[in-house]
Each structure stands twice: as C-alpha cells, then as structure tokens.
C-alpha cells in the first residue's frame, strides 16, 4: 500500500488536490458554483485553456517553456476578426489563425534551436512581437477596438456548452493518443530527461522539437477562435495573461519544470480544472478581483519551489 502510494505520489496529488478544490469551494459557496449557470461559465472558461494546454504540454515534455501562447492567441483573434469582417467565413478565419499560430511557434523553436538560445528567450521575442502588431493595428482602428460586424458567426462558441465540450474533448483525446503512443510524445519526454542521450538513442532532437511546436501552434489557433467568441472584439489588451494561467495550470496539475519522464498528459487535463475550479471559486467567495491574481501567484511560488524541492537539482529548472 505504501509502495503504491509512494509511487503514484504525484498522481495521486493531482487529483487530491482537484478533490480539494471542489469540495472547499463546493462548501463555501453553498454548492452554488455547482449551479447550471455556473457550470456552463466554467466550461466556457475551461475550453479554450485545456486546448492550449493539450499542446504546449509537449514542449513542457521536452524541456521548453512556452510564454508566448497568450501573445499568439491575440495576434490571430485579431487576424480572424479582420478575416470574419471582410468575407464571414469562419473556416477561412481558423485556417488562417492555425497557420499564423504554427509559424511564428515553428520560427521560435527555430531561433532556439539555431542560435542556441534558450527557449524562454525565443519565445519572449515572439510574444513581444506578436503584442506589438495587435496594438499596432488596433491603434488605427476607431476607439482602438476591432468590433465583430456579424457575431452570429461565433455566437455557438461562447453560448454552446455542447459545442465546446465536444471540441475540447476531441483535441484532448487526439493530443493524448500523440502525446502517450507515438515517437513524438516519447521523443519528447526523452528530450527532456537527457537530450544527449536522446540523441544518441537515434531521437532526431530538432524535428522532434519542432513538430511539439506545430501541435502546440495548432492548440494556439484553435483557442483563439473561442477567445475572440468570448471577448467579441478585438482590443490591444485580448490574450493578456493566458500564457501565465496555462503555466500555472500545468504544473498545478504536476509537470515538471525540466519535462522529462515526470511529464504527464494529465497535467494539462487535472491542472486546467483546478485552476479554473480554484479561480471562480475565489471569485463566487467574493475574494475582490484584485487578490485573485495576487494568490495565483503565490500559489505558483509555492508549486515551483515544492518541485524544486522534490527534484534538488537545478537542471530541474527548463532550458
């Protein structure tokens, strides 16, 4: 029993710690954030976070820290609205944003890769350059804001749980299925474990690293396509922060910091619900805006500092 325990240690905090969300704020708020009206905000909320997780876990898996995701969701929202505006067609919109999405992860994987870089590095270089074009263009826009001319067109993704749970579900499993029984999500997990030894396994580093990047850059596009349903405009400030509750949701859900074989899949699934869980709940508790994020924050501290902990080594921290 003990050997059990000891073993699945990390699972089995995973989703204690998703139980204990649940039942605190389960307790606190009177079982109202078990509320249908509730529960269909918080699939709203869940949806796009899980689908950009589902992706950036592989380059967590490989050692890779990605902050640039909620730059790049902004950056084609903003594509998507101009595209929907001009032609109303929103398979155009996401095609366009999926793509948009792949390349700028493709050229950040690549600036790390040629030049050496680390990859917190490459991907800060692409969030600021990403940022920068959303202000650019809203800056020249009426009231600095890209309004929807026809909402209608992605109503279903903000008002549609039924919707949302069975394109979240779907990008869930098929990421899964990649990231469990496949050379890429092995690959990647070796990567992050040891890259030389991975190298000299017969693992192709490089094409590894960039394939994670384009499925994460299709997590990224798809997601944005919620975010622009959710905000129904577009405005310098759209994608701020997402990059943080998505770092915050994985290694709440327990990935490493360095990847490697302690990288799970579930950590993007359990991790996601707790934080989105734990962040309405404070906010149905009637803790004021302001605290919330001041919590977060802590929260991350002290789950970072508890891995480094547990790992007491500092290639712990990611490359």
Not at 181 to 208: C, L, Y
Request: a positive charge; hydrophobic letters at 50%; glycine letters at 8%.
């Amino acid at each position: 029993m003990f050997q059990f325990i000891k073993e699945n240690r990390g699972t089995i905090i995973q989703y204690a710690s998703l139980l204990f969300v649940i039942l605190l704020f389960g307790i606190i708020t009177g079982g109202n954030i078990f509320s249908s009206y509730n529960v269909k905000t918080l699939i709203g909320q869940i949806s796009p976070l899980m689908i950009v997780s589902s992706g950036v876990v592989f380059m967590f898996a490989n050692g890779s820290i990605d902050i640039a995701s909620g730059a790049v969701i902004g950056l084609c929202a903003m594509l998507s609205a101009l595209i929907l505006n001009s032609t109303d067609s929103l398979p155009l919109a996401l095609i366009v944003s999926v793509i948009v999405s792949i390349v700028l992860y493709l050229f950040s994987t690549f600036v790390s890769i040629k030049f050496g870089l680390v990859s917190t590095i490459a991907s800060l270089a692409i969030m600021f350059m990403a940022r920068g074009v959303i202000t650019y263009v809203c800056s020249l826009m009426p009231s600095t804001v890209i309004s929807l001319n026809n909402y209608s067109i992605l109503q279903k993704f903000k008002t549609d749980p039924v919707l949302q749970i069975v394109i979240t579900v779907s990008i869930v499993v098929i990421t899964w299925i990649i990231f469990s029984f496949t050379k890429i999500g092995k690959g990647a997990i070796a990567i992050g474990d040891n890259p030389v030894s991975a190298r000299q396994s017969g693992i192709k580093i490089e094409k590894t690293k960039c394939i994670c990047a384009a499925i994460a850059g299709t997590c990224v596009g798809i997601a944005s396509i919620f975010s622009l349903a959710r905000a129904g405009s577009v405005t310098k400030n759209i994608g701020s922060g997402i990059e943080m509750d998505i770092m915050v949701a994985i290694i709440l859900g327990g990935m490493s910091l360095a990847g490697g074989s302690k990288s799970k899949f579930s950590a993007a699934v359990i991790g996601t619900i707790t934080f989105r869980l734990l962040s309405n709940g404070m906010t149905m508790s009637g803790v004021p805006t302001r605290y919330v994020s001041l919590i977060r924050g802590i929260i991350f501290l002290v789950i970072v500092f508890a891995t480094l902990r547990q790992s007491k080594n500092v290639k712990e921290m990611p490359r």
